[in-house]
């Protein structure tokens, strides 16, 4: 009998613990493990199996297998497929797969033919097509600089170039990886850290430390893993005119953890914020939601305006604006706009870069926010500086709705200089008769709560949809004016 080892690498090992009882041969190996400073103890094998888990980004893969090939005379490389998302597939061609949906008996008896079969095996080098994609110096600075004008042209000055000459290589390099558009292509480059300052997750982010000590790491960990194995779940929260047609929606995100229990994102945002898995969170929501819509949205025949929340660090992400043009291009079937809230949990520090991302993303149809005004650390100076088109009220002020014809200073001024300055207001919390009343006898435009909804599936959002009074004489309103 064939003595070669399994090891199959991925992030979340106890996922596959319980499969070892039927493969002996069988090492789990957390791919971060391998990646600090420390020196590998493996012993040297004759023969080995490789299980690789396709949602572990490319680098991470590459960093493993050149730190331990040379504990391996020959490896065999098999990729587990556990997402069919082409940007998480891309690299992994070359290799035989394994669908990750399959039953566990099918998986066990698919993984003991490959254990029991010596003449698969290959050996690893340099020249592996797992270590033959990279970037030119000058193919990353161009691509680098492209994440904003001002770079961009100054790249073509310095390089004599012209922007469609620009266009061009860059159609080069998305046909080389064969992906479809250029969004794509970004988005993938980015998340497997293959452009330069795209490895810095944040500031406190050196070499090849992944994570602080400001927070735990196996909480960290776990929600990797719920991205990557899309545990989180989006909900759906209608947003209504003042006579209940719904106009838009706003993206929330839950962590259903069984028995009717999900964790809500006030709870889990901020460790994706300090550990850096924001972005990679927002760009797997917008992709979700944008692919709802796809299959499931054939009803949407009025202009919906769809609506994400995004943080100040999150505007600050380069590929946060591809991410943007993707979800457009994506939905642009369909009449939907989509609008970003920008949201106050943090220090706002307005840069150029963030103007130049707002004007440039307005000017493509994409509608901005400011969520929660009103509270945190929301002040005037951001709608002085920043192009918007809405203000998202707080539902701090709207609890202090008591009744119809209740005074109320502080909320009419909001009101009033929403007016004033020509943007949309949308109220928030929303929960009885009297306060839409009030709300809509003082001209706020769009209202949002669980007087309409509470966040939803997609599903019964899309029946809540259906069944809007009124809504395919009147849902036009909602419009935003660029």
Known sequence: ??????????????????????????????????????????????????????????????????????????????????????????????????????????????????????????????????????????????????????????????????????????????????????????????????????????????????????????????????????????????????????????????????????????????????????????SYLMTTVARNFVSGGANVNKTLFVSFNVSPSGLSNPVFYWECLNFMEITQKLPIKLMIEITENQTFTITPAIKELIRSLRNKGVLFALDDFGTGYANLCYLNELDLDAIKIDKTFIKAIKEVDQHIPMLESIIHLSGLLGLRMVAEGVEYDYQQQWLGNNKVDYLQGYQFLPPVMFDDFMRFYKQSDGLFESASDSTFSA
């Not at 070359?94 to 669908?99: K, L, M, T, V």
């Not at 797992?130 to 030119?136: A, D, E, G, K, S």
């Not at 170039?161 to 980015?190: A, C, H, P, Q």
């Not at 209940?244 to 709870?267: F, K, M, T």
């Open 1 to 282: 009998m064939n003595t070669k080892k399994i090891f199959l690498l991925s992030y979340d090992t106890f996922l596959f613990s319980g499969i070892k009882a039927w493969l002996p041969n069988l090492v789990l190996i957390d791919a971060r493990t391998f990646i600090s400073g420390t020196q590998s103890v493996m012993p040297q094998y004759p023969s080995c199996l490789l299980v690789i888990d396709n949602r572990l980004p490319l680098l991470l893969v590459r960093k493993w297998l050149q730190r331990n090939s040379s504990q391996f005379i020959n490896i065999h490389c098999i990729v587990l497929r556990m997402c069919e998302t082409l940007s998480v597939n891309r690299g992994y061609e070359e290799y035989s797969f394994i669908n990750g949906g399959e039953l566990s008996e099918q998986l066990i008896a698919q993984l003991k033919e490959s254990l029991l079969a010596p003449d698969k095996v290959v050996e690893v080098t340099k020249d592996s097509p797992m270590f033959t994609f990279n970037l030119t110096e000058f193919e990353e600075e161009m691509l680098y600089s492209s994440f904003t004008k001002e770079k961009l042209h100054d790249f073509c000055i310095a390089n004599s170039l012209t922007i469609k000459s620009v266009y061009r290589y860059r159609d080069k390099i998305t046909s080389r990886l064969g992906f479809s558009n250029f969004n794509e292509t970004v988005i993938f480059l980015t998340r497997n850290n293959l452009l330069s300052e795209g490895c810095v997750i944040n500031n406190n982010i050196i070499g090849d430390v992944i994570y602080s000590e400001a927070y735990d790491v196996s909480d960290t960990s776990r929600l990797s893993m719920a991205i990557r194995n899309e545990e989180i779940i989006p909900y759906f929260q209608p947003i209504v005119n003042i006579r209940g047609d719904v106009c838009g929606v706003e993206v929330l995100a839950r962590w259903p953890q069984g028995h009717n229990y999900a964790i809500s994102q006030r709870e889990f945002i901020p460790l994706a914020e300090k550990s850096g898995l924001i972005n990679e969170l927002t």
